[in-house]
């Protein structure tokens, strides 16, 4: 279950104040090009809109970095969005694994084996990997380019592993295959970022 697109916004919305920052900005992007990706390619855009716009709500509890995934399920499972609280899980990991985490590991061991457990229970389907390539498209000033947005979280953290920047590739392929055009004629082409 998830949302509606004006209870999606209200969340969002009510959740920046508590931790400011472009994290909200970015979910808006994120949103954008989850819905215009599942239109081109025959899924649910109101639904896409909605997971792209919630994967990161659970920053709403504070600067966490791996933490952010288990707050935001938790937060959603909460209010019984379990659809959106898949995707607060689902986005960050594109191979499935904690392995290839890129940030600050900064959840307690609860929180880690929860993140490992759920982890090894899935089984991704083309929402996950629909946000999962939104979260590698979106800045908070607009549509990045993939390759941009991956060199970006390398420079922050000093590491994008390679398994995880070729799924990213891949699932960009996928979708494009689906479509049947490229990403950004779909999305919009990518904005000039400082």
């Known amino acids: ?37 599942a239109a081109a390619c025959g899924l649910d855009a109101d639904k896409a809109y909605v997971l792209g716009l919630l994967h990161d709500i659970g920053r709403r509890y504070g600067k966490r970095h791996l933490g952010h995934v288990v707050d935001g399920c938790r937060y959603m499972l909460s209010l019984g969005y379990d659809e959106v609280a898949r995707v607060c899980l689902s986005h960050s990991f594109n191979n499935q694994s904690l392995e290839d985490y890129v940030g600050n590991r900064d959840t307690s061991p609860e929180e880690t084996a929860l ?3 759920l982890l090894a229970t899935m089984v991704y389907d083309e929402y996950d990997r629909l946000i999962q390539l939104c979260d590698s498209l979106a800045g908070a000033d607009g549509v990045m380019d993939i390759i941009e947005r991956m060199e970006d979280v390398r420079r922050r953290y000093g590491d994008y592993p390679q398994n995880k920047w070729d799924i990213n590739l891949a699932i960009k392929a996928h979708f494009e295959a689906l479509a049947g055009r490229d990403i950004y004629d779909i999305v919009g082409q990518p904005t000039a970022h400082k």
């Open 1 to 37: 279950m998830y949302p509606d697109r004006k209870t999606a916004e209200a969340l969002l919305t009510e959740a920046e104040p508590h931790n400011p920052g472009p994290w909200g900005d970015h979910s808006r992007t994120a949103a954008h090009c989850a819905e215009a990706i």
């Open 115 to 117: 993140i490992e457990n």
